[in-house]
């Protein structure tokens, strides 16, 4: 009986709670339904990383800033190049204008001790010193500069060293020279004729007309539709047109006083530096092939009837011939350099006179 009694009240304790819970979610239900069930749904990707859309922003506009510093900072660099950059030695001279089959290339170029005299040499082949003048005086010199790099004081000379030699262009600035190119057209006024030319009936153009065309093609203009153009009975003498900047040139140590100084740094001691060097190489050959024969001869001396012997013992005697002859010459022609007597005015007569032209950049395509 007590034990049934203990039953009905556990079992009475029991369903009392189940009745509150039954209640308290009657009750949540009651509430939710009066402010509105709100399901859940799965945020999509994209929701989730909202946050990260601003910095790719940041970043994208960072690029493109970095980007277009890139940009400018190449273009500043490749036009400092183009205002360093000169031409190499070994360059034929292009022309500017007019046309010849005589072919100008530049030779060594040397800067002197204290940096402010350039000097050019201008090699010419055959057929230019058939159809070129020999003379410095009857060229035409022009200088084509930069606001950035407009040579004030600049001085030009040219002349020629020997009437079958080389020509020499000096240009001396008193303030030196800046890391920067600057161009030197080389206009032959006194271009010499052939009888087919004479028989043409052609006449020279002007020194005047000549300016007026380098200035028409210096600005951009169109030269066939240009008034500076030529009558076709006029012939257009060839402008040569070199590319400098004295500071990819040859340091001397020396500083010119006279054409001779000049001439001696440009051609006479690189002259002499060459056939000294290719003195020693013949030298050198001659001692290999000396070395050679007293093989051969060992080699007959056991057996006299050796043929590959006694042939190439034949060959190498005639080649140390040629050898010696050839180290006789180059002796010969190294103290004949050492020895020789120049003038201190070698170089006159020489063209003093220059017309400037400035443009603004010169990266000139011609």
Do not use: C
Not at 48 to 68: Q, Y
Not at 80 to 86: G, M, N, T, Y
Not at 171 to 190: E, P, T, W, Y
Not at 282 to 311: C, F, H, S, W, Y
Request: glycine share 6%; hydrophobic share 35%; net charge positive.
């Amino acid at each position: 009986m007590f034990l049934f009694t203990l039953k009905r009240k556990k079992e009475s304790k029991k369903s009392k709670e189940n009745s509150k819970k039954e209640e308290k979610v009657s009750k949540d239900r009651e509430k939710k339904g009066k402010r509105g069930y709100r399901p859940k749904y799965k945020k999509p990707a994209d929701e989730k990383l909202h946050w990260v859309m601003p910095i790719i922003l940041a970043l994208s506009v960072v690029g493109i800033m970095a980007s277009f510093i890139m940009i400018r900072a190449n273009i500043s660099s490749y036009n400092a190049r183009v205002l360093r950059s000169s031409m190499v030695k070994g360059s034929n001279l292009p022309l500017w204008g007019g046309s010849t089959d005589g072919k100008l290339t530049l030779g060594n170029t040397v800067l002197s001790e204290d940096g402010k005299t350039l000097a050019v040499q201008i090699k010419y082949d055959d057929v230019a010193h058939k159809k070129l003048s020999s003379f410095g005086t009857r060229y035409i010199l022009r200088l084509v500069t930069t606001p950035e790099n407009d040579l004030p004081g600049v001085k030009l000379r040219y002349g020629m060293f020997g009437t079958d030699s080389s020509g020499v262009l000096t240009i001396h600035s008193d303030r030196g020279f800046k890391n920067q190119a600057f161009i030197v057209m080389l206009v032959d006024r006194g271009y010499l004729v052939t009888s087919d030319d004479l028989r043409e009936g052609t006449d020279s153009i002007s020194e005047s007309d000549i300016d007026k065309s380098i200035t028409a093609q210096l600005a951009g203009d169109d030269e066939e539709s240009s008034t500076t153009t030529t009558r076709k009975s006029q012939t257009t003498p060839p402008i040569f047109y070199m590319r400098l900047n004295a500071h990819n040139a040859k340091r001397s140590k020396e500083n010119w006083k006279n054409d001779r100084d000049v001439v001696n740094s440009l051609f006479i001691k690189e002259n002499i530096s060459k056939k000294k060097k290719t003195l020693a190489s013949l030298k050198k050959k001659i001692k290999r092939g000396k070395n050679t024969v007293v093989e051969m001869n060992r080699r007959l001396a056991e057996n006299p009837d050796d043929e590959i012997a006694q042939e190439q013992l034949q060959d190498i005697n005639q080649t140390l011939n040629d050898l010696n002859a050839s180290v006789a010459t180059y002796q010969a022609s190294i103290k004949k350099l050492q020895d020789s007597v120049i003038k201190k005015d070698v170089l006159d007569p020489e063209q003093t006179k220059f017309t400037r032209f400035s443009v603004s950049s010169l990266d000139i395509e011609q």
